[in-house]
């Protein structure tokens, strides 16, 4: 007798809404009325040039920052009135980490599986990031791979429906980058989104189901990776085009 | 609230780990009590009890404003504070974290100052109980207000310099180990305007100590209370208009 998983997934499949968003920091506009749509059990890619606008449009869904307008809804709730239930189910890799040099492996992880309240056994996440051998190592002593990881792990406390991730595999090695995209893959196949901001295009294509590129706070390009790659060509010489 | 509990429980974890914070929030405060309590360089007019409130000052002074405002001015530059933002816990939760943190540290802080007073010989006046804790509470608001101010604005190492710069010029002519009248005309008008000296008074005051002259005759008493009031209501109201979550 076979045996069938299922991925329950949500009847609406869209996770994030993004309707012409505008983020302004005094006489600078870092995205210019950017559209797009992320779904449940894919990764989206944000992709594009230093100063496209990728990471400001990911902490404006993340509830980090203040939007100038337009419309964002994470989970089918405006951001900027989410509830903590719904902020529960997000989980945030930020571009730097966001944590102290000081920090260690082990009680970090725990604290936010506290604070996300989701049943998240905090060695379960340690083990999944690879860092069971490094739990009372503090951040400082961490490689820039386990760094990443460790960072990742905090994003991993919530058990995400939908995830943000901000260069994953930013100075990550091989190893350590098989490892991400194996996290990335069980995440996408239990029906979470992963939203990924990524110079590494590579990387993109060979995660990523859906592009968003961004140019100059806009987006340029919204498609499959594999539309966008028509004809043989790589993800790399698309963007590089259209961001000329 | 359990979240409230469970980021106070990991401040005070933070604290504890870190000895530069301990050394200014127990060690300085202790030395300063157990050394000039008991070597006579200090004016006449320093009694051992005002020795003790100056010390509470001192004390409050170091974790209100110098403590939190340079653990804070780091995690903000670490991102730390930002990380939290983006977890159910929110800005509003971790503020009321940190404030908890604050009010724990301090009354273990004034426990064991007290404790250490007491086998020194210092024996308090009659203390007006509800005097004391109003003392406490603007002396907290007043300095932590100061702290954020600095934490949420400067850069993580020129906020390490200037609350540390501020303590030391606070302690020495801000009117908590020397009395206002000792200092210089000039130096006891600006030492009047801060919440240093009018806390020690109000400290002092508090646990049946007689009134400074310098206080009495700035303002009829009441001007040590307006003050701190004062500077209470003000350094909050500003940090929370300057302070930056992210740095």
């Given at each position: ?33 950017a559209?797009f ?15 496209a ?57 725990r ?120 004809g ?13 | ?23 200014l ?72 974290a ?8 301090e ?8 404790v ?25 608001s ?69 009134t400074?002259?310098a206080?009495?005759?700035y303002?009829?008493?009441s ?21 930056r979550?992210?740095?």
């Open positions: 007798m076979s045996t069938v998983f299922v991925v329950s997934t949500p009847i609406n499949n869209t996770a994030l809404a993004v309707r012409d968003l505008v983020i302004r920091y005094g006489d600078i506009t870092a995205v210019r009325s559209s749509e992320a779904r449940h059990g894919e990764v989206t890619a944000i992709l594009g040039r230093n100063g606008g990728k990471t400001s449009t990911l902490e404006a869904c993340e509830g980090l920052r203040k939007a100038t307008s337009g419309s964002l809804r994470v989970l089918g709730k405006d951001i900027a009135e989410i509830d903590n239930a719904s902020r529960a189910r997000i989980g945030v890799m930020l571009q730097d980490g966001g944590i102290a040099p000081s920090a260690r492996v082990f009680p970090l992880v604290h936010y599986c506290r604070l996300y309240d989701r049943g998240v056994e905090p060695r379960r996440v340690l083990e999944q990031v690879g860092l069971q051998h490094r739990a009372s190592s503090t951040w400082r002593r961490l490689s820039g791979g386990e760094r990443q990881r460790f960072s990742l792990a905090l994003a991993l406390a919530a058990d995400p429906d939908i995830a943000f991730l901000d260069e994953p595999t930013a100075g990550v090695d091989l190893d350590g980058r098989d490892m991400i995209r194996g996290i990335i893959a069980e995440l996408t196949a239990k029906g979470c989104c992963v939203v990924l901001a990524t110079h590494d295009l590579d990387e993109a294509e060979r995660v990523a189901r859906h592009a968003v590129v961004l140019h100059q706070g806009e987006v340029v390009l919204d498609d499959t990776v594999e539309n966008l790659r028509s043989q060509r790589r993800l790399e010489d698309v963007v590089r085009e259209v961001t000329r | 609230m359990k979240l409230v509990v469970q980021q106070t429980r990991m401040e005070l974890t933070t604290l504890l780990r870190n000895y530069e914070q301990l050394l929030i127990l060690v300085i405060p202790v030395g300063i009590l157990v050394f000039f309590g008991n070597v006579q360089v200090l004016p006449d007019s320093v009694s051992l009890s005002r020795l003790v409130s100056s010390v509470l000052t001192l004390s409050i002074m170091s974790t209100a404003m110098v403590s939190t405002g340079i653990a804070t001015g780091f995690e903000r530059s670490y991102h730390v504070l930002k990380r939290l933002g983006a977890t159910p816990l929110g800005r509003e939760r971790l503020i009321w940190k404030a908890m943190s604050v009010a724990i540290v009354v273990a802080q004034i426990a064991v100052l007290l250490i007073a007491s086998i020194m010989g210092w024996s308090p006046g009659v203390v007006t109980w509800w005097k004391l804790i109003v003392a406490i509470v603007l002396g907290t007043a300095f932590a207000g100061i702290g954020l101010t600095l934490a949420g604005r400067l850069r993580a190492e020129a906020n390490l310099a200037a609350q540390n710069g501020l303590y030391l010029a606070l302690l020495a002519v801000g009117g908590i180990i020397v009395p206002i009248d000792e200092l210089p005309d000039a130096m006891a008008l600006i030492a009047r305007i801060l919440p240093s000296g009018a806390l020690a008074e109000a400290m002092h005051t508090s646990l049946g100590g007689a400074s002259d206080w009495f005759s303002a009829s008493g001007g040590v209370w307006l003050d701190l009031l004062g500077w209470a209501i003000v350094a909050p109201i500003i940090a929370s208009r300057l302070f979550f992210d740095g």
